[in-house]
Each structure stands twice: as structure tokens, then as C-alpha cells.
């Protein structure tokens, strides 16, 4: 099962900062947080991921709460092609299987 | 860079044909290779997980299976398809810390 709870549905209007947030209430001291986006008939991109610091990158910026129990997503400028499913993901080690949950669906409206 | 390719992009099969799937990456060694099922408006399914050649993990019961001949190959695999396999299929590679996913075949089994 996944660890991790995110909103079913998102909307965001076109130039905005959307903001996704994920819930990993048990999380371990050795698990990093995850996130991929899988557009329409795609397969999943990777996006960003961190362990307790906050992280940014050419695509987003991920926030990781102090005591790591939840995270956010940044997508700073939103445009319509960021229109897909956000997957958080809790992952370990190298051998720790990645298990998707629901996501939560992004619109981004004009 | 690594890479990975999976073909082919889609393929339509009769109920009861066989089927052969397969998924190679470059670019990396030793990666754990997935196989995940999408069936329509739903999510990802891990179906198959491998950490090295000969070694697969079954993650649900079902008319599939997978082998890993090559490091760097995964092959998925059935015998006679159902119409329920139809689904979108995405190969999958993790390393140390991100993952990548191929574009995903999409089956239909008629």
C-alpha cells in the first residue's frame, strides 16, 4: 500500500504557483520523498525528491515539513502543460519498491 | 546518460495470443527493473520487480510473467492474454536514488 495521502483534485489557475501537498505521517528516518507526474498516456516523470532539506531544482521546489511527516510541491509559474497527475512517493533504499497511490489530479485553467 | 527503452508502443492482440514485451536500459548497471499495468483511468500496478538476472518478484496473481535474461533487460511476458491484461504497460528502472520510466506500451487485447 502506498504511505502517502495527497488531495484527489487540484485546480491552479495559469501563471500561479500551484501547490501540492502530500501527507507521510510515517515516514522513516531513512526514506526520501518523492515526486513524479505522469502526463495523459505518458509514462511518469521524475520531478524532485528530498530526505529533510528543502529542495529545488529547474522544475519545482519540494517543502519538507521539520518533522517530515508532510511535503510540498512548488510549481512556481503553472501553465497548461503542467496538466497531469502528481505522484508522492515514500522511498528508502535502493531496493525499496516504488508503489503509486492515487496521485492528485492538477487542472491548470487559462 | 541512462536511458531505457521499451517496445512496443502499442500492439493489439487477439484473446489468447501470446505475448512478449520487452524493456532494456543503457547507461547504468545492477538497476532494479518494475513492470507496472495501467488499466484505464486507474493507477499504477506493480506487477513485477527484479534486483538482478533470475531474480523476480510477483507482486499480484495473474496471466503474467517476467524474466530478466540480461542485466539490463526485462522482459514481460504471457502465454495466452486475457481481455482483461488490456491496460497501458510501463517499464520501469530505478539506481541510487531517482527513477525513470519508459513510455509504456498500450495492449489491447480484442
Known amino acids: 500500500d502506498a504511505k502517502t495521502t495527497q488531495p484527489t483534485s487540484m485546480d491552479c489557475a495559469e501563471g500561479r504557483a500551484a501547490n501540492l501537498p502530500c501527507n507521510h505521517s510515517?515516514?522513516?528516518?531513512?526514506?526520501?520523498v518523492y515526486w513524479y507526474r505522469q502526463i495523459h498516456s505518458q509514462g511518469p516523470q521524475y520531478i524532485i525528491h528530498?530526505?529533510?532539506n528543502n529542495e529545488t531544482n529547474e522544475m519545482a521546489s519540494l517543502i519538507i515539513t521539520e518533522d517530515r511527516k508532510s511535503s510540498t510541491l512548488i510549481l512556481p509559474h503553472a501553465t497548461l502543460r503542467d496538466t497531469a497527475v502528481y505522484y508522492c512517493?515514500?522511498?528508502?533504499?535502493?531496493?525499496?519498491?516504488?508503489?503509486f497511490g492515487k496521485g492528485t489530479r492538477l487542472h491548470i485553467l487559462p | 546518460s541512462q536511458t531505457i527503452h521499451q517496445w512496443p508502443a502499442t500492439l493489439v492482440q487477439p484473446v489468447g495470443s501470446p505475448l512478449s514485451l520487452e524493456c532494456t536500459v543503457e547507461?547504468?548497471?545492477?538497476?532494479?527493473l518494475y513492470w507496472y499495468r495501467q488499466a484505464a483511468g486507474r493507477g499504477l500496478q506493480l506487477l513485477f520487480y527484479?534486483?538482478?538476472?533470475?531474480?523476480i518478484s510477483s507482486e499480484v496473481p495473474q496471466n503474467l510473467s517476467a524474466s530478466r535474461p540480461q542485466d539490463r533487460q526485462f522482459i514481460l511476458s504471457s502465454k495466452k492474454l486475457l481481455l482483461s491484461d488490456s491496460g497501458f504497460y510501463l517499464c520501469?528502472?530505478?539506481?541510487?536514488?531517482?527513477?525513470?520510466f519508459g513510455q509504456g506500451t498500450r495492449l489491447t487485447v480484442v
Open positions: 547507461g547504468t548497471s545492477n538497476p532494479n
Open positions: 520501469a528502472w530505478t539506481g541510487e536514488a531517482e527513477a525513470f
Open positions: 528530498g530526505l529533510k
Open positions: 527484479s534486483v538482478g538476472i533470475g531474480q
Open positions: 512517493i515514500v522511498r528508502g533504499n535502493r531496493d525499496d519498491k516504488i508503489i
Open positions: 510515517t515516514i522513516s528516518g531513512n526514506e526520501y
